[in-house]
């Protein structure tokens, strides 16, 4: 089998611990409960009475005491089907037996029943195992359980024949039919919907997988024209040596005429490798790469607040480009998975690294759920009082006139692919990205770039 990177194995489930360790969730649990109660009831009406033929009147059959303790016994092993599914259904099944033969000695005969050895109360209570443990063990358990209910009933038969074997050895294949042919139809649906979650899966690695590789040609597109920006620079500068420093020995002059050729050819080969990056649909982009200079008016028009700290103007063009991506990429997040949250930017720069914060709170959703827990904290704790101390530092704070809830545009669209794209892009200048949910129900992103990065 192939593996694709990225795709999580699927493993053969096993029980959960579900509630008080019997392996179901609450509402299976409210399931198994009620149908085991429903059986108890159904046993202690069919063996509370049984049929006088030579009367033709049903009577009275065991007492009470024995009515309920083995009616209790053949259906309370169904509640660990889940967790122990082979010991529970040979529970069952050896309580139905031991029912069978302690109440026939209790009556006496004419039986309470008039099949030996199973009361129909009692082929339920097996019939109900079988298929719930039978869909814990799958299909090849199911047939093995199956068969060991067959031959015990042939076995108990044995000793005491004509109690309806017929009757009772069809109505057990009948039944067990019908619980097998319950657990196939079952076991097929749980086959198609793991294939199906695998599937999923795989669809979605592969679209991980895509969209890395899409925001890896978008990164070198906006890389060429920042190494591009340079080679010109230097061809150009090479050309015009010459001229602009006399008196160089024709050996000089000829090398700086073989730099300036070198760079063009570099230059060449970066468009033709472009053209490689860029989609077949995508037309060529002439507007200029963005700067971390560029940075405010984005905040601005996203509705969020700004605050920044140093001068962001003079910052290497690689390290500008990767600064206002992440910055777009996060309000673009903060606007779909976050909509109507306040949002809020810091940038700051120091003398060896950017360090950028983008904050959201709640969703307009949760805002209210947050709002009533620290109401709730409030009543607990008395609140202490707090003083919000400036800073020492330089900072310059910008507020938009609307916020993002209110803001009637989105921010300008981002073509990269979320948080792998920003992981992309700060991976590519050695700088460090750190995203998550924050303590009030929000979520932030922290990416550090360092303006000189090693080779």
Not at 85 to 92: E, G, K, V
Not at 233 to 247: C, M
Not at 300 to 310: C, H, K
Request: glycine share 8%.
């Amino acid at each position: 089998m192939t593996s694709v990177p990225g795709a999580p194995q699927r493993q053969r489930q096993t029980p959960r611990g579900g509630v008080d360790g019997l392996g179901f969730s609450r509402t299976e649990l409210l399931t198994v409960v009620a149908t085991v109660c429903g059986l108890i009831l159904f046993g202690y009406a069919d063996l509370h009475v049984r049929f006088d033929e030579a009367h033709g009147v049903w009577r009275r059959g065991a007492e009470d005491s024995y009515v309920w303790l083995f009616a209790i016994l053949r259906a309370l092993p169904i509640l660990w089907c889940r967790r122990h599914p082979l010991i529970a259904f040979t529970a069952t099944l050896a309580g139905s037996a031991l029912a069978g033969a302690a109440l026939a000695s209790v009556v006496g005969a004419p039986l309470p029943w008039s099949v030996w050895p199973w009361s129909p109360s009692s082929q339920l209570c097996v019939l109900t195992a079988l298929v719930v443990a039978g869909w814990e063990v799958g299909r090849r358990r199911s047939m093995e359980m199956a068969t060991a209910y067959f031959l015990l009933t042939l076995f108990l038969q044995t000793l005491r024949p004509g109690y309806g074997f017929v009757l009772s050895i069809g109505s057990v294949i009948g039944g067990s039919a019908l619980a097998v042919g319950c657990l196939e139809l079952l076991h097929d649906r749980r086959d198609a919907r793991q294939a199906l979650a695998v599937q999923e899966e795989l669809t979605e690695a592969e679209r991980e997988r895509r969209a890395l590789l899409e925001e890896r040609a978008r990164i070198g597109r906006e890389l060429h024209d920042v190494v591009a920006h340079h080679m010109s620079l230097l061809a150009v500068q090479a050309e015009t040596a010459p001229f602009r420093i006399t008196g160089q020995s024709p050996e000089a002059e000829a090398e700086f005429l073989s730099i300036a050729s070198v760079s063009r050819e570099a230059l060449n080969d970066m468009r033709k490798l472009l053209g490689l990056l860029r989609a077949d649909s995508a037309e060529a982009e002439t507007a200029p790469q963005p700067r971390l200079a560029d940075v405010p008016a984005l905040v601005r028009e996203a509705g969020a607040e700004l605050e920044t700290v140093g001068d962001l103007a003079e910052v290497p063009p690689l390290i500008g480009v990767t600064a206002y991506r992440v910055v777009q990429e996060s309000l673009s997040n903060a606007r779909r998975h976050a909509r109507g949250a306040e949002v809020s930017v810091r940038i700051a720069r120091t003398g060896e690294e950017v360090r950028i914060e983008v904050r959201n709170g709640p969703s307009a959703g949760d805002a209210q759920q947050v709002a009533d827990n620290a109401l709730e904290d409030e009543r607990k704790d008395e609140p202490g009082d707090e003083s919000d101390s400036g800073s020492d530092s330089e900072t310059t704070t910008e507020a938009a006139p609307e916020s993002a809830a209110a803001s009637d545009q989105d921010p300008e669209p981002a073509a990269g692919q979320g948080i792998i794209g920003m992981r992309e892009r700060v991976l590519l200048v050695h700088g460090d990205l750190e995203t998550g949910p924050t303590a009030n129900g929000g979520f932030a992103v922290t990416a550090v770039l360092p303006l000189e990065s090693d080779a």
